[in-house]
C-alpha cells in the first residue's frame, strides 16, 4: 500500500465559498488543510476576464445589498467600488423612511430606458408606468402571501402573479380591450424573463409559491459593481494571507470519487487506506489524497449530475439529501457580450428592453413554459435586455436565460442572430458587432448551470437538509457549502462566502 498525502481537511473547489474556508482557516492559525481547484483559476462561478484596458464579467457581476452585506464591506473599506456607495442606497422614498439618517445620492444624470417591440415602436410609457406598478405590486403580494399563508400544497409563481397582475391593471385600464390585453400580457413577459434572470430559472412557474420569501434581500442598492471586476474582491480577501494560501492552493484537480469505509470485506476504500476514519478522495489526474473532513463546495449542479458516482457507497448519503438534490432548483443564466467599432445607441442609454408583442401565436403561458418552442428558431426571445458596459463605451451586454441552445452555436452565428434581431428592435440597419465574449456555464461540467432557487414542490427546510454534514459511523465528515447551501442568501456572492465561513466554523469549534 502506497504512501499517500494526508491531510485533516480538504476543500474542495476555489470559488467564493472555498476561498472563504480556506482564508478563514489560515485567519484562526488552522493550516492542516489543502484547497483542491478543479480548474486552472479560482472564482468558480466568479470569472472577471481582463480585456484591452478594462475587464468583463462572464459570471458574478454585482454586490446585492450594502446593509450587513460582507461583500459591501469587503468593497467599500478597500475603495473597491465607487465612493458614492459610501452611503446606502435605496429604490425609493418608501425604504428611504424606514431608514433614518440614511439618504440617497445618485447620479443626477438622466437615463435612458428603451422599451421597444420587434417592429421598433417604443411601448407607451404611460402602459409600461402602470404595468410595472401593477407587476411588482403583485410580486410583493406574492412574497406576503408566502409568509402569512403556509401552503400545504404548492403554487407556480407565474400564475399567483399573472391573476393578482390583471386585477390590479384593471383598476386603471381597460382590460377586455384585445389591444391593451396583448401590451399588458407581452410586458407580463418581459418582466418574467427578469425574473428567470434574476432567479436561473427556465420559467417563472419553476418558481415555488410556498418558498418565495425565503430569499432575504438585503438593504440598499442591488447593482453594485466593483471598479476592477469581481476578481478584485477574491483578491482582497486573499491578500492578508496570500503565501500561505497559494502553498494550500492545488490547480487541475478535478475530483472523481469520494471513498468512505463501509466496513466490508471487498471495501474499495481499503485499497488506500486501513484507517475506517479516512477518506479518500481520487482525483482525475491520478492523484490519491487521504483526509478526515472534506468542505465540499461544488454547485448544486454539478451535485444533480455526480452525486450518485461521487459518494461511494451511496448508502452514507441520507435519502432525504438525495432528494433535495434532485428537487431544488438549478439554472443557467449566460450573457452575451457584443463588441462593436462604434457604439450605435445613445452615450446616455441605460437598458434595451425587448419587448416581443406577436402573442398571438400561442397561450402565454405556454411561452412562459416554453411549451412547443422551436429553440433553434427562436433561442433570441430570451434574451431580456443589453445594457452598455460601464468598462467600455462600445459595449453592450445582453443576458439570456431560459435555454442554452445558444451555447452550441459559433460566435458567428451569435453576432449573425443578434444583428438581425437587434435591427428589428430599432426598426433600422445595425453594424455587425466586431467581436462577441460570453458565458457557457450550462455546458461547462464542473458547473452545469449557474444559481440555485427554490423550485416547485421544493420544501422550505430543503436547504438547511442540503447543508447538513454527513457523518459516517466511523466518524468522517462531509460538509455541504457554497450558495445553494445558504437558507436566506442563496444564488448570491454574500451566501457563498457566508456558507464557507460556516462550514469551516463547524471544523474549527471541533479541532
Same mark, same amino acid.
Given at each position: 500500500?502506497?504512501?499517500?498525502?494526508?491531510?485533516?481537511?480538504?476543500?474542495?473547489?476555489?470559488?467564493?465559498?472555498?476561498?472563504?474556508?480556506?482564508?478563514?482557516?489560515?485567519?484562526?492559525?488552522?493550516?492542516?488543510?489543502?484547497?483542491?481547484?478543479?480548474?486552472?483559476?479560482?472564482?468558480?462561478?466568479?470569472?472577471?476576464?481582463?480585456?484591452?484596458?478594462?475587464?468583463?464579467?462572464?459570471?458574478?457581476?454585482?454586490?446585492?445589498?450594502?446593509?450587513?452585506?460582507?461583500?459591501?464591506?469587503?468593497?467599500?473599506?478597500?475603495?473597491?467600488?465607487?465612493?458614492?456607495?459610501?452611503?446606502?442606497?435605496?429604490?425609493?422614498?418608501?425604504? /428611504?423612511?424606514?431608514?433614518?439618517?440614511?439618504?440617497?445620492?445618485?447620479?443626477?444624470?438622466?437615463?435612458?430606458?428603451?422599451?421597444?417591440?420587434?417592429?421598433?415602436?417604443?411601448?407607451?410609457?404611460?402602459?409600461?408606468?402602470?404595468?410595472?406598478?401593477?407587476?411588482?405590486? %403583485?410580486?410583493?403580494?406574492?412574497?406576503?402571501? +408566502?409568509?402569512?399563508?403556509?401552503?400545504?400544497?404548492?403554487?407556480?409563481?407565474?400564475?399567483?402573479?399573472?391573476?393578482?397582475?390583471?386585477?390590479?391593471?384593471?383598476?386603471?385600464?381597460?382590460?377586455?380591450?384585445?389591444?391593451?390585453? &396583448?401590451? /399588458?400580457?407581452?410586458?407580463?413577459?418581459?418582466?418574467?424573463?427578469?425574473?428567470?434572470?434574476?432567479?436561473?430559472?427556465?420559467?417563472?412557474?419553476?418558481? %415555488?409559491?410556498?418558498?418565495?420569501?425565503?430569499?432575504?434581500?438585503?438593504?440598499?442598492?442591488?447593482?453594485?459593481?466593483?471598479?476592477?471586476?469581481?476578481?478584485?474582491? /477574491?483578491?482582497?480577501?486573499?491578500?492578508?494571507?496570500?503565501?500561505?494560501?497559494?502553498?494550500?492552493?492545488?490547480?487541475?484537480?478535478?475530483?472523481?470519487?469520494?471513498?468512505?469505509?463501509?466496513?466490508?470485506?471487498?471495501?474499495?476504500?481499503?485499497?488506500?487506506?486501513?484507517?475506517?476514519?479516512?477518506?479518500?478522495?481520487?482525483? &482525475?489526474?491520478?492523484?490519491?489524497?487521504?483526509?478526515?473532513?472534506?468542505?465540499?463546495?461544488? %454547485?448544486?449542479?454539478?451535485?444533480?449530475?455526480?452525486?450518485?458516482?461521487?459518494?461511494?457507497?451511496? %448508502?452514507?448519503?441520507?435519502?432525504?439529501?438525495?432528494?433535495?438534490?434532485?428537487?431544488?432548483?438549478?439554472?443557467?443564466?449566460?450573457?452575451?457580450?457584443?463588441?462593436?467599432?462604434?457604439?450605435?445607441?445613445?452615450?446616455?442609454?441605460?437598458?434595451?428592453?425587448?419587448?416581443?408583442?406577436?402573442?398571438?401565436?400561442?397561450?402565454?403561458?405556454?411561452? /412562459?413554459?416554453?411549451?412547443?418552442?422551436?429553440?433553434?428558431?427562436?433561442?433570441?426571445?430570451?434574451?431580456?435586455?443589453?445594457?452598455?458596459?460601464?468598462?467600455?463605451?462600445?459595449?453592450?451586454?445582453?443576458?439570456?436565460?431560459?435555454?442554452?441552445?445558444?451555447?452550441?452555436?459559433?460566435?458567428?452565428?451569435?453576432?449573425?442572430?443578434?444583428?438581425?434581431?437587434?435591427?428589428?428592435?430599432?426598426?433600422?440597419?445595425?453594424?455587425?458587432?466586431?467581436?462577441?465574449?460570453?458565458?457557457?456555464?450550462?455546458?461547462?461540467?464542473?458547473?452545469?448551470?449557474?444559481?440555485?432557487?427554490?423550485?416547485?414542490?421544493?420544501?422550505?427546510?430543503?436547504?438547511?437538509?442540503?447543508?447538513?454534514?454527513?457523518?459516517?459511523?466511523?466518524?468522517?465528515?462531509?460538509?455541504?457549502?457554497?450558495?445553494?447551501?445558504?437558507?436566506?442568501?442563496?444564488?448570491?456572492?454574500?451566501?457563498?462566502?457566508? +456558507?464557507?465561513?460556516?462550514?469551516?466554523?463547524?471544523?474549527?469549534?471541533?479541532?
Amino acid at each position: 500500500m502506497s504512501n499517500y498525502q494526508s491531510f485533516e481537511t480538504v476543500i474542495i473547489g476555489a470559488g467564493m465559498s472555498g476561498i472563504s474556508a480556506a482564508v478563514n482557516f489560515l485567519k484562526n492559525g488552522y493550516e492542516n488543510f489543502l484547497l483542491f481547484e478543479a480548474s486552472d483559476r479560482i472564482g468558480g462561478r466568479i470569472h472577471t476576464i481582463d480585456y484591452e484596458d478594462g475587464i468583463l464579467e462572464y459570471g458574478a457581476q454585482f454586490i446585492h445589498g450594502q446593509v450587513d452585506n460582507p461583500i459591501y464591506k469587503i468593497a467599500i473599506e478597500n475603495e473597491l467600488i465607487d465612493e458614492y456607495y459610501k452611503e446606502i442606497l435605496y429604490e425609493s422614498d418608501e425604504d /428611504l423612511s424606514k431608514h433614518n439618517g440614511l439618504k440617497i445620492n445618485l447620479e443626477e444624470k438622466e437615463r435612458l430606458n428603451l422599451f421597444l417591440n420587434e417592429n421598433g415602436n417604443k411601448i407607451d410609457n404611460n402602459l409600461i408606468e402602470i404595468a410595472f406598478d401593477c407587476l411588482n405590486r %403583485s410580486i410583493r403580494l406574492a412574497e406576503k402571501y +408566502s409568509i402569512t399563508n403556509p401552503l400545504d400544497q404548492d403554487l407556480k409563481l407565474g400564475f399567483f402573479i399573472y391573476e393578482n397582475f390583471l386585477n390590479l391593471a384593471k383598476k386603471f385600464l381597460n382590460i377586455k380591450d384585445s389591444e391593451v390585453k &396583448n401590451n /399588458l400580457d407581452c410586458l407580463f413577459l418581459w418582466r418574467c424573463k427578469i425574473e428567470n434572470v434574476e432567479n436561473s430559472c427556465n420559467s417563472v412557474n419553476d418558481l %415555488s409559491l410556498k418558498n418565495f420569501s425565503n430569499y432575504i434581500e438585503l438593504k440598499g442598492s442591488q447593482i453594485i459593481e466593483p471598479k476592477r471586476g469581481y476578481k478584485s474582491i /477574491l483578491q482582497q480577501i486573499i491578500q492578508n494571507y496570500e503565501q500561505k494560501f497559494e502553498q494550500k492552493l492545488k490547480f487541475k484537480h478535478e475530483l472523481n470519487k469520494i471513498l468512505l469505509c463501509e466496513n466490508s470485506s471487498d471495501c474499495k476504500h481499503s485499497k488506500f487506506t486501513k484507517d475506517p476514519k479516512k477518506i479518500v478522495l481520487l482525483f &482525475n489526474n491520478e492523484n490519491v489524497v487521504l483526509c478526515e473532513k472534506i468542505i465540499l463546495t461544488v %454547485s448544486l449542479g454539478f451535485l444533480k449530475e455526480n452525486i450518485k458516482t461521487l459518494i461511494d457507497p451511496i %448508502s452514507y448519503v441520507p435519502l432525504e439529501k438525495l432528494e433535495v438534490i434532485e428537487r431544488q432548483g438549478y439554472g443557467t443564466v449566460n450573457k452575451i457580450i457584443l463588441e462593436y467599432e462604434t457604439p450605435f445607441w445613445d452615450d446616455n442609454l441605460e437598458t434595451i428592453n425587448l419587448i416581443w408583442s406577436d402573442m398571438d401565436r400561442e397561450n402565454l403561458f405556454d411561452r /412562459l413554459d416554453h411549451v412547443n418552442f422551436d429553440v433553434k428558431k427562436r433561442w433570441f426571445e430570451d434574451v431580456c435586455s443589453f445594457e452598455p458596459s460601464i468598462n467600455y463605451d462600445n459595449v453592450l451586454i445582453g443576458w439570456i436565460c431560459g435555454n442554452s441552445y445558444h451555447e452550441s452555436l459559433s460566435d458567428e452565428e451569435i453576432i449573425n442572430e443578434c444583428t438581425l434581431n437587434l435591427g428589428k428592435f430599432f426598426n433600422k440597419e445595425i453594424p455587425k458587432a466586431k467581436n462577441v465574449f460570453r458565458s457557457k456555464w450550462n455546458s461547462n461540467p464542473l458547473f452545469n448551470g449557474s444559481y440555485s432557487f427554490y423550485s416547485y414542490g421544493s420544501q422550505p427546510d430543503d436547504i438547511d437538509i442540503l447543508a447538513r454534514p454527513l457523518i459516517t459511523e466511523n466518524g468522517a465528515v462531509i460538509y455541504f457549502a457554497g450558495e445553494a447551501t445558504h437558507p436566506e442568501f442563496y444564488s448570491t456572492v454574500h451566501g457563498a462566502y457566508l +456558507s464557507g465561513i460556516r462550514e469551516s466554523n463547524r471544523i474549527l469549534e471541533n479541532s
